[in-house]
């Protein structure tokens, strides 16, 4: 995996989250990079090292398929090469990010996330109310062949009434303002595969 993003790709994105705060931009990475993630991913569900997501954050986390019925696990670094190129990829967009918008961002936490057949995940803010660190969502789609029809679509409120469907399609990549946009995964017919992630600033007032 190159360890980057093309200066292309970083220019489009840039360009979109300074005039709108939100990007989509496809064939983000190449075929084989995708599928060896998606590969990875698969691999970890099989050995069972998916967990049901839960919802908030420490002392207030709640298991409810109610409102997100995805399976994920934290990626860290270390645990597979294909992981760890990724996170160079991010790594190298966080600095790009800092240099040309100043948004300071610290680190970046990310997750495998599947969801089965039937799933999806309700309508919410990606900023917790008790931690207002998640300065900027990105999230990585590894499905080939990704159809309308299979539902699963990422629907993103822009503001003003108006809204936009995403299709989970491998290479899609989509990068918006953590606290600006609500959205939701409308149910997936088939298994649907991502990173997601958030680039964080260092907490006021807080240790870390
Ligand atoms: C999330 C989320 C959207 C998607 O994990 O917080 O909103 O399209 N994911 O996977
Ligand atoms: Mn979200």
Redesign the pocket.
């Known amino acids: 995996m190159p360890a980057a993003f093309s200066p292309d790709l970083l220019d489009a994105l840039i360009d979109d989250l300074a005039r709108q705060g939100w990007s989509q931009q496809r064939h983000a990475l190449s075929a084989a990079q995708i599928a060896a993630l998606a590969d990875e991913c698969r691999a970890r569900h099989a050995r069972g090292e998916l967990q049901h997501?839960t919802i908030g954050r420490a002392a207030t986390q709640t298991l409810d398929a109610q409102v997100?019925g995805?399976h994920?696990q934290w990626l860290e670094r270390g645990r597979s090469t294909v992981t760890d190129a990724y996170l160079e990829v991010l790594d190298n967009l966080r600095e790009t990010l800092n240099r040309t918008l100043y948004l300071g961002l610290e680190d970046y936490e990310s997750?495998f996330?599947l969801?089965p057949p039937g799933s999806f995940?309700h309508r919410?803010l990606?900023r917790f109310r008790d931690d207002d660190r998640r300065m900027v969502?990105t999230?990585l789609?590894l499905n080939e062949d990704w159809r309308a029809e299979d539902g699963?679509?990422?629907q993103l409120e822009l503001g003003e009434g108006r809204s936009t469907r995403?299709l989970?399609e491998a290479g899609t990549l989509?990068v918006f303002m953590a606290g600006d946009f609500p959205?939701?995964?409308l149910l997936a017919q088939r298994e649907?595969l991502?990173i997601?992630g958030w680039f964080r600033r260092r907490g006021v007032g807080m240790l870390g």
Do not use: M
Request: charged content about 20%; aromatic content about 12%.
């Open positions: 997501a997100r995805d994920i997750h996330a969801y995940y919410h990606d969502t999230i789609y699963g679509a990422l995403i989970p989509v959205h939701e995964v649907r991502s997601t």
